[in-house]
């Protein structure tokens, strides 16, 4: 059978090219009366036109150089109020940087456009900020968390941040979805990052600030709901830094994670090289069950299940970015993700059949499974003027990852045993490109342009057979084909105090999957992702945002892929290569009535959605498939809300969210209608004893939860923690303790059709974890990873 899909419309690759738009205008109302105040605005930038991040600005007297006004301001915007026309001093200064002072007469509002600050080549030590900046923020929807000169930027890794952002959830397996909109697309300096166990190898020191953007416009692929943008830290001299870390876990196992991270600056080239060792070892119970509804019997099948985990992981990073001029930068980087996994599982698997004796089998698993991946990126870009630039990206990447399982299946009430072994192996390839132009269009609008073409080649291969005689029961070749050709095209213009952010993209994407030299997939086909986004500035600190965006969800290859993996005698996992992508029409509002609080309100229209469930299989209706199957139309209602508040030590951060699923189903000849309203509530407190010793704590709770056919119970997680800074703060020290009521399991359950199948999993979340890090030379990073090869990765 082949399965073939298209567009509205097909158009060839070398034909698609998209354009994009993006206008920023700021226009200065003058009053033309002398006793009106007046008001200077402007942008503070280093040398490389970025903006600085925390900076202080003055107006003084020109006679005296009395301060008239001032104020300490965040990520390079500033606006001073003048009482009065006259003869005014202008100061900027920021703590690794040069002092600016501009003499100048002011007569009417004024906008200074760009203004830099040179950085210092003085070798300071490092030094207390007392006041520390507030952590969150709301502008144009999308909320800012500053990492610099926080509680936040002590914490260890980069998921030890996120799990501290507002609407971000993180689950025992350290997978990142935002409250409503499912897994993001994630950035560091503006390159994607590939697979997220990267992140868990960055600092949180590295990093200066994170930003999350629920309704990202067309610039972003059309897979990508929402966005998290990364900033990090750049070193401001040349020297030679390294840094030392080890993470050390005590729970039911022990846990180490342990890296050394080596840069250095010299002139134009700056190196970079990374290597962390991961040993892991758990321990995680497991209680399975499922319900087999037929018309004449029902077969119940659970089992407890103890999985022992081995763990080896090795992480390596080189990179190098070469400066040809003040304008033209060239960047290099190969990095390698080794994944060594050795686990362990003993089943009793009880199986209960009407009117028939209880079947009770205990069932052994031996896996190894290796994952390799090796990815190499070049990147260009050209700085034309402050706001000009091109840039190109290339990637490549290669995983590999082959898996072996024994499984010995002893059956005491027949008095039986068997053996079997299956062999998995996939092999992947992913070629990207991207290129995006960037200018200013008729000196009035901020214009951009960008294609991105993708390529992934997949091979697998699955082998199964009873032992000792190696008789084959089950062989599969699956050979899978995936291109993408993408542009998109943006406008922005400001009006007054009304922003407009408009964009379009164009997909064209073929797909081709052959299972044993079958063609069962055939997909060519071209779709339109349009956004829109309206900003209502109402005064300095309240705002109201409006945005629409279309956007799509295709199927990862695990979901496509025709592989059997075993689960027990009466179970087994398996792709779905006839799914369809699911489409997002998602109509938000935002509003910010005050500085530190804000709401949102999101209602979002699903087609085609994707859901992992059970079926029967359609020859042995006995026996249980999970797999991935399309429903055709959802809907979902999400609101949210945000604030924080700080005083002297002291600072308190709470997020709050509830979603509305509606979704229909077939559920024993019948139909079921999920509209159970779920909601999460998070809580941050930080307390500084001293200036070098921080005790905070958060909590987190999530209610009875549907995602889609999925439903999943209540869970909490209170967390504790204190860190101090020694040896003229070059050595942090950091204990904490994760989950200590152990609550945060995510226990889950599932309805569909004529099958209930569920899962008690007792993960490893209640532990102590001792986080140490020394800086020689005051760590700073220099070399941003980059790679836009993340979205094509995540798929595998």
């Known amino acids: 059978m082949v399965f073939s899909c298209f567009g509205k419309k097909t158009i060839y690759t070398n034909n698609l090219i998209k354009y994009c738009v993006s206008i920023y205008i700021v226009f200065s109302v003058s009053f033309f009366s002398s006793a009106q105040k007046i008001t200077i605005t402007g942008n503070l930038n280093d040398q490389t036109h970025n903006p600085i991040e925390y900076f202080h600005a003055m107006l003084l007297s020109s006679n005296d150089s009395i301060l008239i006004v001032g104020g300490a301001f965040l990520d390079g915007n500033f606006e001073l109020i003048a009482p009065n026309k006259g003869d005014y001093i202008l100061s900027f200064s920021c703590l690794g940087y040069q002092s600016r002072h501009e003499n100048m007469s002011i007569t009417q509002n004024t906008d200074l456009g760009e203004i830099r600050l040179k950085q210092t080549n003085l070798n300071l030590k490092e030094v207390n900020i007392a006041a520390r900046r507030p952590s969150f923020k709301e502008k144009r929807g999308k909320i800012i968390m500053n990492v610099v000169n926080t509680s936040i930027s002590d914490l260890g890794s980069t998921i030890d941040v996120l799990e501290r952002a507002p609407g971000v959830i ?26 997220n166990n990267e992140l868990e190898s960055i600092q949180s020191d590295d990093i200066a600030s994170i930003e999350i953007d629920r309704n990202p416009s067309a610039v972003y692929s059309s897979n990508a709901r929402s966005v998290i943008r990364i900033k990090t830290k750049k070193a401001k001299r040349d020297q030679l830094n390294v ?67 081995k763990r080896n992981r090795y992480i390596l990073f080189l990179g190098s970015k070469y ?34 004796l209880e079947d009770i089998r205990r069932i052994t698993n031996h896996t190894n499974e290796d994952r390799e991946q090796h990815n190499s990126n070049i990147n260009y870009k050209l700085e034309i003027d402050s706001i000009s630039y091109y840039s190109l990206s290339m990637d490549f990447a290669r995983i590999s990852a082959p898996s072996k399982s024994n499984i010995q299946e002893l059956n005491p009430t027949q008095n039986s045993e068997l053996q079997s072994k299956i062999l998995n192996s996939n092999t992947y390839h992913v070629y990207t490109l991207n290129s995006r132009y960037q200018y200013s269009l008729l000196s009035q609008f901020k214009s951009a342009v960008g294609i991105k073409l993708a390529q992934i080649e997949n091979s697998g291969n699955t082998e199964s057979t009873y032992l000792p005689n190696n008789d084959i029961f089950y062989q599969g070749r699956n050979v899978i084909k995936d291109k993408v050709l993408a542009g998109y095209f943006t406008v922005n213009k400001q009006l007054r105090n009304v922003n407009f952010d408009v964009g379009i993209r164009l997909e064209h994407s073929i797909t081709k999957i052959k299972s044993n030299r079958e063609t069962v997939v055939d997909c060519n086909s071209t779709d339109v992702f349009p956004s829109l986004l309206i900003n209502y500035q109402i005064d300095k600190n309240k705002h109201i945002t409006f945005s629409y965006a279309k956007k799509n969800s295709r199927p990862s290859f695990s979901e496509l892929n025709p592989s059997l993996d075993y689960i027990d005698s009466l179970s087994y996992e398996q792709g779905n290569p006839l799914l369809k992508p699911t489409i997002y029409h998602s109509f938000a509002l935002d509003y910010c009535p005050l500085k530190k609080l804000s709401f949102s309100a999101e209602y979002t229209n699903l087609k085609n959605t994707i859901l992992f469930t059970g079926i029967n299989d359609p020859v042995n209706p006995d026996i249980i498939k999970h797999t991935a199957i399309n429903i055709d139309r959802s809907e979902k209602i999400n609101f949210m809300s945000n604030y924080s508040y700080s005083v002297n030590n002291y600072s308190f951060f709470i997020s709050n969210g509830v979603e509305f699923p509606i979704i229909n189903a077939p559920y024993l000849n019948s139909e079921i209608k999920i509209r159970r309203a779920s909601w999460y509530s998070q809580i941050k407190n930080d307390i500084y004893l001293n200036k070098n010793i921080l005790l905070y704590c958060k909590f987190k709770y999530q209610s009875k939860t549907n995602y889609d056919l999925t439903i999943m119970r209540n869970r909490y997680n209170l967390s504790c923690g204190i860190q101090t800074k020694i040896l003229q703060k070059k050595l942090l020290i950091s204990l904490s303790a994760n989950d200590i009521l152990n609550n945060y399991n995510a226990d889950w359950y599932n309805k569909y059709q004529n099958i209930k199948s569920g899962q008690l999993r007792d993960h490893d979340t209640s532990y102590l974890r001792l986080y140490i ?14 790679n836009m090869n993340s979205e094509e990765l995540n798929r595998l």
């Open 323 to 356: 400066s040809i001029n003040t304008k033209n930068e060239i960047n290099f980087q190969y990095s390698y993700n080794g994944l060594y996994d050795e686990n362990n599982t003993l089943s009793v698997q009880k199986i209960n059949k009407t009117n028939e």
């Open 170 to 195: 993180i689950d025992n397996q350290n997978n990142i979805s935002v409250f409503g909109k499912g897994s993001p697309l994630i950035f560091i300096d503006d390159k994607e990052v590939v697979v």
């Open 773 to 786: 890090r020394y800086n020689f030379n005051n760590f700073k990073n220099v070399f941003n990873k980059k």
């Open 243 to 309: 840094q030392a870390y080890n993470y050390a876990t005590f729970a039911r196992k022990f846990q180490n994670f342990t890296g050394v991270k080596v840069n250095n600056t010299k002139g134009k080239l700056s190196n970079f090289f990374q290597f962390a060792y991961e040993n892991t070892k758990l321990k995680t119970p497991t209680e399975n069950f499922q319900y087999n509804y037929q018309q004449n019997y029902t077969i119940q099948n659970n089992s407890n299940t103890t999985e022992n985990l």
